[in-house]
C-alpha cells in the first residue's frame, strides 16, 4: 500500500490550493483520512481529519479555512485550503488507516508529503 501525494507549491498570501492523496495497492478498505503538517523546526500537527462516514475535524489554525474531503471510490483524500498565510508554509503529510484483506487489521500508512509555500 502507497499513499501518494501532490498539489503543493508556491502560493501568495490570500490565495489557494488543493492538495490529493491517493491510496494505492492492495486495498479492502479505509477508515480515517488525515492530513498533518510539519513546518520548518515546529512539530508535525494534525491539519484535518475524515472519518469513512464522512465526519470531519479540524486543527484550530485552518478552522474556516481549510476542508477535508474524499472520494471512496477512488481511494483518494482532498485538502482545500483558502486564505492562506505565511505560517501555513509547511510539508504535508497524508495519513490514513488501511486495511488490505477482510481478515486483517487496519494499519496505519503516510505519504512522502508535499511542501506548501505561502508567500508574496
Known amino acids: 500500500v502507497q499513499l501518494q501525494a501532490c498539489g503543493g507549491g508556491l502560493v501568495q498570501p490570500g490565495g489557494s490550493l488543493r492538495l490529493s492523496c491517493a491510496a494505492s495497492g492492495t486495498i479492502f478498505s479505509i477508515n480515517a483520512m488525515n492530513w498533518y503538517r510539519q513546518a520548518p523546526g515546529k512539530q508535525r500537527e494534525l491539519v484535518a481529519v475524515?472519518?469513512?462516514?464522512?465526519?470531519?475535524n479540524y486543527g484550530d489554525s485552518v478552522k474556516g479555512r481549510f476542508t477535508i474531503s474524499r472520494d471512496n471510490a477512488k481511494n483518494t483524500v482532498y485538502l482545500q485550503m483558502n486564505s492562506l498565510k505565511p505560517e501555513d508554509t509547511a510539508v504535508y503529510y497524508c495519513n490514513a488507516d488501511i486495511r488490505s484483506h477482510w481478515y486483517s487489521d487496519y494499519y496505519n500508512y503516510w505519504g512522502q508529503g508535499t511542501l506548501v509555500t505561502v508567500s508574496s
Open positions: 475524515i472519518s469513512s462516514g464522512g465526519r470531519t
